[in-house]
């Protein structure tokens, strides 16, 4: 959701130029007296809007004029030379995001409690934060101006939401007019520049599946390799989805779809050596049906869309089992690839797990008891790679499905649990701690998409609560054998 990109859309007004929020000290941005809340309005005459036009036009010049409003109201203009790799040393606002005008039919912020704090009702779609973040656009309502800056600044690659081909029903899907649907100019325009595009289908049962998805597919396949990937996304429906024209995803559903586009993906390898259309892991889950391998994947082009995130989390903890086993951890940091490695992961990270040393299993006491709660979806698969660390070091660490009363319906993935679902299990914890899933506390602000504070959330308990990912869970485990002060939890308060 990329809540922490549009968060500012709600607080603040545009204003001209990109203002700035810090001045790395001694760093040229401080030599030519730029400070917190100074604006930069233009860069050797062109109009900055935000840090991506900064970027641009900054990028491999040496001589510079900047045109800046100061806080106090005084507009100065600064030359400066500088060695094309130096750095200015500023951080800037976050990106205000554009909003879409759409009124798709399973739109997020329709299954949205009402008293969901009002960033989750931002309706985003902006080309700039799908450049940054991999945000999905529509291109409805992208301008000309939009697409030359696409172009222009090499802002590549694009995440759109095609959802379908057969214009009719992506009119229907998007409640938007047929004209306004029929985006096969802006692609061209796109392709034909060199801009690389993955594209996502939010799949709906009984509205864009069956012929509608195959020609989807086949249709976005003559665009290989130009369209590098594609991701098939299951509708999740919340409690308030009560849009009778959606209809519910089943187990038999994501059986027909599997079967039906693993027949597309044997012939797109054959075609490209590739997969090229993927299923989200959801729907493999929900299906019954093995996760594909790790080739399957290629290098996860749609990672971040749940697309291998289960195939990455399997391969990384059988690899860090083994090691364990082996008593070996040199490179144990890379256990975790770099690709599901987002800025939400980051968060917490904290110094470097290659430099720990080994700690033997048979020093890992008994006293490594605590519970992990995580999404009904995940629960079971993680649970049957944490019996096999039980039975490895003697730790007694016990999962449990979290369900999701906050959102309801269908929504089980651990990503959208909220505080109250964690408290709501406060009773059924036992050991000496518990750990949840990072990656539901907003990546710059400790609060859960129910608006529960984490020191909130922490008050509940009466043990420590730990927000990890695997690469913190990793680490934790090995500090633990080492002393009990071993948490490696840093939390950072961003905005006050
Ligand atoms: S594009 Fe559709 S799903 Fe996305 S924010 Fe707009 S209305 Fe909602």
Same mark, same amino acid.
């Given at each position: 959701m990329y809540e922490f990109a549009v968060t500012p859309a709600i607080t603040q007004l545009r204003r001209p130029g990109v203002m700035i929020t810090a001045v790395e000290p001694s760093s040229l941005g401080a030599e030519l007296g730029l400070e917190p809340n100074d604006r930069i309005v233009r860069v050797n005459g062109h109009l900055v809007r935000d840090y991506l036009d900064f970027r641009f036009q900054t990028a491999g010049e040496t001589e510079l004029t900047l045109l800046v409003k100061k806080a106090n109201g005084e507009t100065w203009e600064i030359e400066v030379e500088r #060695?094309?790799?130096? #750095?200015?040393g500023l951080t800037f606002e976050q990106i205000i995001p554009r909003q879409c005008a759409n009124d798709c039919i399973f739109c997020f912020c329709k299954g949205n409690p009402k008293t969901a704090r009002p960033s989750l009702f931002v309706r985003d779609e902006d080309i700039r934060l799908s450049f940054l973040y991999g945000n999905y656009t529509t291109?409805? &309502?992208?301008?000309q101006e939009e697409l030359n800056r696409i172009v222009r600044q090499r802002l590549s690659p694009q995440y759109v &939401? @095609?959802?379908?081909? #057969?214009l009719k029903t992506r009119a229907y899907l998007l409640g938007v007019s047929e004209k306004r649907a029929d985006i096969s100019d802006k692609l061209k325009f796109l392709l034909d520049n060199n801009i690389e595009i993955h594209a996502q289908i939010v799949l709906c049962p009984k509205i864009n599946d069956g012929e509608i998805l195959q020609k989807t597919l086949l249709d976005l396949a003559e665009l290989y390799p130009k369209i590098i990937s594609v991701a098939v996304v299951p509708v999740a429906l919340t409690r308030?989805?009560? #849009?009778?024209r959606l209809t519910r995803v089943t187990p038999e559903f994501c059986r027909t779809v599997i079967k039906q586009v693993g027949k597309l993906q044997k012939e797109f390898r054959r075609r490209f050596g590739k997969t090229f259309a993927f299923l989200a892991d959801e729907i493999y889950i929900k299906g019954g049906v093995k996760i594909p391998s790790r080739r399957h994947y290629g290098n996860y082009p749609q990672i971040e869309d749940g697309v291998g995130m289960i195939r990455t989390f399997l391969d990384s903890f059988k690899r860090f089992l083994s090691k364990l086993e082996k008593g070996n951890l040199n490179g144990v940091e890379s256990i975790v690839p770099k690709s599901v490695r987002g800025s939400a992961m980051q968060a917490f990270a904290n110094g470097s797990i290659s430099e720990m040393s080994f700690v033997q299993s048979e020093v890992y006491p008994k006293r490594l008891r605590g519970t992990i709660l995580t999404g009904e979806m995940f629960a079971p698969i993680l649970a049957e790679q944490i019996k096999n660390l039980n039975c490895l070091i003697g730790s007694r660490l016990e999962v449990i499905a979290v369900p999701n009363t906050y959102f309801g319906g269908d929504v089980a993935v651990a990503g959208l649990l909220t505080g109250q679902d964690f408290v709501a299990f406060r009773n059924k914890v036992k050991g000496d701690f518990v750990i949840i899933p990072q990656?539901? @506390?907003?990546s710059d602000e400790p609060i859960f998409l129910d608006g529960m504070t984490f020191d909130e959330l922490c008050s509940n308990f009466k043990v420590p609560v730990y927000p990890l990912d695997l690469k913190g869970f990793i680490k934790f485990i090995l500090n633990f054998g080492k002393s009990n002060? &071993?948490? &490696?939890f840093r939390r950072k308060k961003i905005i006050p």
């Open positions: #060695d094309e790799t130096e #750095d200015f291109l409805t &309502s992208v301008t &939401s @095609i959802h379908a081909t #057969d308030y989805n009560t #849009d009778e990656h539901t @506390i907003k002060e &071993s948490h &490696s």
